[in-house]
């Protein structure tokens, strides 16, 4: 993994917002390549598949966690001290137990795990690691850091809370200027002060974060 990202080549496709319709699922097709991911992010789409197609998303109602707004319940603070946290050792990893394909609802193929190691090896991709007493990976993250935006794109956890201790360690690096984007709101995600924000005002915040410089906290 790289300091800081690389430049990318720019994408040949183009991501307009002014033309998407009122529904989460924006456009199909295009390409993985990471100048258009990071492109799409940009202007506030991902790449979801469905029966094999490749889908764009921008949610209506967007997940976002602001830093300052992350709730720690007296619970997961005690699941904090049991755990380590390590971040960017194990990408990989925890991409594939998130794309475990016995989880409910899992999305994660091929092309989109190759994408996103790529983007990792380029700088752009991080995850987050949640490791107990032995060392043992039991949980995590992964998403991009664009600026200041971190937009979170699946976690995982194989014990009690850890996937939440790693969205709150991720949220106490990244700082109070930052924000982080969980696509959409889940009760679980919700338990910790996950909000939804409409599409509009989504796009217009990204816009003071994609451009910012990278919060101070993040490696």
Do not use: N
Request: glycine share 10%.
């Amino acid at each position: 993994m790289t300091a800081q990202p690389r430049p990318l080549p720019p994408s040949s496709w183009q991501f307009d917002p002014t033309a998407w319709p009122p529904e989460d699922c924006v456009a199909a097709g295009a390409d993985l390549e990471p100048g258009t991911i990071i492109e799409a992010y940009r202007h506030g789409a991902f790449p979801m598949p469905h029966e094999g197609e490749l889908l764009w998303w921008s949610p209506m109602q967007r997940g976002v966690l602001e830093p300052s707004a992350v709730r720690v319940s007296r619970s997961l603070s005690r699941s904090m001290r049991r755990y380590e946290i390590t971040v960017d050792d194990s990408f990989e990893e925890v991409i594939d137990a998130c794309a475990d394909p016995s989880r409910p609802g899992a999305w994660i193929d091929s092309p989109i795990r190759e994408a996103f190691v790529r983007l990792h090896r380029l700088g752009w991709g991080h995850s987050v690691e949640t490791r107990d007493a032995e060392g043992t990976l039991v949980g995590g993250l992964y998403g991009l850091s664009i600026g200041s935006l971190f937009a979170g794109e699946s976690m995982f956890h194989h014990a009690t809370d850890a996937s939440k201790v790693a969205l709150v360690a991720l949220a106490r690096m990244i700082g109070d200027e930052a924000l982080i984007d969980t696509q959409w709101r889940t009760p679980h995600l919700g338990s910790l002060g996950v909000t939804e924000w409409p599409r509009d005002r989504y796009l217009a915040e990204i816009g003071h974060h994609i451009d910012a410089p990278r919060p101070g906290g993040w490696p």
